[in-house]
């Protein structure tokens, strides 16, 4: 559905088709949580939903280091995937949504640990 705006003027009228929303800057709505625990070797997803117009792009990056080769990038950048997560992934990451309006950050930190026959992982053997 398209709605206008119009805007009566003493000179004529003015016509906004931006829609009844306008722009604004985006809000991450559903993210990752502040601290993620994660076995070595498992998928970890980060996601990082954002809301805003125009839609914005979602961007990540690893504090103090670089995002995993071996990680994807899925539903438009939305969804951080590292697979077979190591030791050396462990770390704080940070998603962005950025638009024209502004930018809002987003971080987490991911900790990894390793399971030993003495502690049940849920893994039967």
């Not at 003027?9 to 722009?23: N, P, Q, Y």
């Not at 697979?83 to 950025?98: F, M, N, R, W």
Request: proline share 7%; with cysteine.
């Amino acid at each position: 559905m398209d709605v206008r705006c119009l805007l009566e003027l003493s000179k004529g009228v003015v016509m906004d088709a931006r829609g009844i929303m306008g722009e604004y800057e985006p809000k991450i709505e559903v993210h990752f949580p502040p601290s993620v625990l994660a076995a070595r070797g498992v998928t970890v997803r980060l996601e990082c939903f954002a809301l805003g117009n125009p839609v914005p792009t979602i961007t990540w990056r690893k504090m103090n280091g670089n995002i995993p080769k071996k990680a994807r990038l899925r539903k438009s950048q939305a969804v951080l995937e590292i697979p077979d997560v190591q030791l050396e992934d462990a770390g704080t990451y940070e998603c962005k949504a950025e638009n024209p309006r502004g930018g809002t950050p987003f971080k987490g930190h991911l900790q990894i640990y390793i399971c030993f026959l003495i502690f049940d992982c849920g893994v039967n053997l």
